[in-house]
T-cell receptor, first 116, second 111 residues
Framework: AQKVTQAQTEISVVEKEDVTLDCVYETRDTTYYLFWYKQPPSGELVFLIRRNSFDEQNEISGRYSWNFQKSTSSFNFTITASQVVDSAVYFCALSENKAAGNKLTFGGGTRVLVKP | EAQVTQNPRYLITVTGKKLTVTCSQNMNHEYMSWYRQDPGLGLRQIYYSMNVEVTDKGDVPEGYKVSRKEKRNFPLILESPSPNQTSLYFC??????????FGSGTRLTVV
């Protein structure tokens, strides 16, 4: 069965600090997809990134970067030079190729609080 | 603008009074899904649909119904709501193998 673990429930940083969110997943499927979503205080879920299991290249998008390591089943997310607007709950999610309907299994989320 | 639209955003209702939460997407996505989010339980899938007239149960389908009569719409029906269905509900849509785009959420309170 697929499982996603985000061990950090809450992280508090001061503006301009870097913050790394950990995500560890479990799956028996050889083809799968990993995602990160952001849930700001307003409540909506915002898609950040999708990675498939065959693409281990790290990715950078502005102040966001992602480190995918199949060997450790991890897909970590770093926010560089954090800003107050980054305050949100961040979810890591997994979808197995065999999962009907692209079912997403979510981690428990990590709340990030960026203080000015 | 590509989006998933849910209505209403907020709803307070009484136990047993049937309600429908509407969901519509304008991206021509085949897949649609409903999730509920609860403190301590996270996000869980209620129902999903892989195409018109094709729906199936997710992890927590009890007390809910859905229909997919046309590609763009995927309403969530609570025939007899109960207080344990008080939750934040999300509708989402995607292409096969792609990431889900979520609606803004519906905060439902059943008293």
């Amino acid at each position: 069965a697929q499982k996603v673990t985000q061990a950090q429930t809450e992280i508090s940083v001061v503006e301009k600090e870097d913050v790394t969110l950990d995500c560890v997943y479990e799956t028996r499927d050889t083809t799968y997809y990993l995602f990160w979503y952001k849930q700001p205080p307003s409540g909506e879920l915002v898609f950040l990134i999708r990675r498939n299991s065959f693409d281990e290249q790290n990715e950078i998008s502005g102040r966001y970067s992602w480190n995918f390591q199949k060997s450790t089943s991890s897909f970590n997310f770093t926010i560089t030079a954090s800003q107050v607007v980054d305050s949100a709950v961040y979810f890591c999610a997994l979808s197995e190729n065999k999962a009907a309907g692209n079912k997403l299994t979510f981690g428990g989320g990590t709340r990030v609080l960026v203080k000015p | 603008e590509a989006q998933v639209t849910q209505n209403p955003r907020y709803l307070i209702t009484v136990t047993g009074k049937k309600l429908t939460v509407t969901c519509s997407q304008n991206m021509n996505h085949e897949y649609m899904s409903w999730y509920r989010q609860d403190p301590g339980l996270g996000l869980r899938q209620i129902y999903y649909s892989m195409n018109v007239e094709v729906t199936d149960k997710g992890d927590v389908p009890e007390g809910y119904k859905v229909s997919r009569k046309e590609k763009r719409n995927f309403p969530l029906i609570l025939e007899s709501p109960s207080p344990n269905q008080t939750s934040l509900y999300f509708c989402a849509s995607s292409l096969p193998g792609d990431g889900y785009t979520f609606g803004s959420g519906t905060r439902l309170t059943v008293v």
